[in-house]
């Protein structure tokens, strides 16, 4: 369930968390014109940071520019925003979710007469795939939904409306008693799960889907492919075959909800061993060292949210 923190930000101002409410009639309920993020401030050693805010806000204008929703705000301002946001509902860890949606004024697909809100929220959230998850590792599935074709719904934007293909996956596998579902792309290659990259590792070699196979461009994949290169292990973004996910050693999914969760067998096929593999637990261990401070911030991803505080 969703705790209420105490403030919202929306165009610039600091908000009532129940005041944080739009009309049944904005552009983005009928049309799904929203864009979104995810981003995750740690309790570190050191105290709350942020995981890489610049990448996210940037990803947040990107998002909104592919689908020509002006943004008046830079990364850089949003980010800021995010930080400030953290610090004045005192969390010390937390998810926080920035929303720019098309709102209230007039109604018709074209956007005209339409203004466009930026909201930031953020509260307690634990585990996305359950608790043992990220030690035991989950269940998935194949999807029998496909992940958006390309000159269909832009995958490269975080864009709300393409959640809706995410739910089918999601719940799909949800009603068939797995943890998660894992699409393929229109041309029947690995794609990613309904709110995670994927990864895929056979001989010590990691593997995962390029952009062009209909993936978000995650920035928990990203950082992933950093930390992995800087333990030594080549990465290589290729198409991956269905096949090769029965096939591999480890399998893993990255996300900013879902962290780095081991993936324990596909269709009911366990995938190795059928738990969490080496590989995979070297790098899960160089993430969580990392935003959880007990490793140095080598690669610079941490935004501190405390410093900033006027003493
Ligand atoms: N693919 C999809 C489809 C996706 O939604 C996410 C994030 C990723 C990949 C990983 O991207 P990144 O977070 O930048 O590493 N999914 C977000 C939403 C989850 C939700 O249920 O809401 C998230 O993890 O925050």
Redesign the pocket.
């Known amino acids: 369930m969703l705790t209420p923190t105490s403030k919202i930000w929306h165009n610039g101002q600091l908000i009532n968390w129940d005041d944080a409410k739009i009309h049944v009639l904005s552009h983005v309920v009928s049309y799904g014109s929203s864009v979104?993020?995810?981003?995750?401030c740690y309790n570190t050693k050191n105290g709350p940071a942020i995981f890489?805010s610049f990448?996210?806000a940037r990803?947040l204008v990107d998002s909104a520019k592919i689908y020509r929703i002006g943004v008046n705000w830079t990364a850089e301002q949003l980010s800021e925003a995010f930080v400030e946001l953290v610090r004045v509902n005192k969390l010390q860890s937390c998810?926080i979710?920035p929303i720019v949606l098309r709102g209230y004024g007039n109604v018709g697909v074209l956007p005209t007469g339409v203004p466009i809100e930026v909201y930031v929220a953020c509260w307690e959230w634990g585990k996305?795939l359950g608790a043992e998850a990220l030690e035991q590792g989950v269940d998935v599935c194949i999807s029998s939904w496909n992940?958006l074709a390309p000159n269909t719904l832009p995958?490269m934007s975080?864009a709300g409306a393409?959640?809706m293909n995410?739910q089918l996956i999601?719940m799909e596998a949800d009603v068939n008693g797995y943890a998660e579902g894992i699409a393929l792309d229109s041309n029947g290659y690995v794609s990613?799960?309904?709110?995670?990259?994927i990864f895929v590792i056979r001989d010590g070699k990691i593997v995962t889907p390029p952009l062009g196979a209909s993936?978000?461009?995650?920035?928990?994949?990203?950082?992933i492919i950093q930390i992995a290169k800087s333990l030594g292990y080549g990465v290589t973004e290729t198409l991956v075959p269905r096949e090769m996910l029965y096939l591999a050693d480890e399998v893993f999914?990255?996300?900013?909800?879902?962290e780095v969760t081991p993936v324990r067998s596909v269709d009911r096929i366990p995938v190795g061993a059928g738990k969490r593999g080496p590989i995979t637990e070297k790098i899960q261990k160089a993430f969580f060292d990392i935003v959880e401070g007990n490793a140095p911030d080598q690669f610079g991803w941490l935004t501190p949210v405390a410093e900033t505080v006027a003493k």
């Open positions: 979104f993020e995810g981003v995750r890489r990448e996210h990803r998810y979710r996305y992940r995958a975080k393409n959640y995410s999601r990613e799960g309904s709110g995670e990259n993936v978000l461009p995650g920035i928990t994949r990203d950082s999914f990255t996300g900013t909800a879902a």
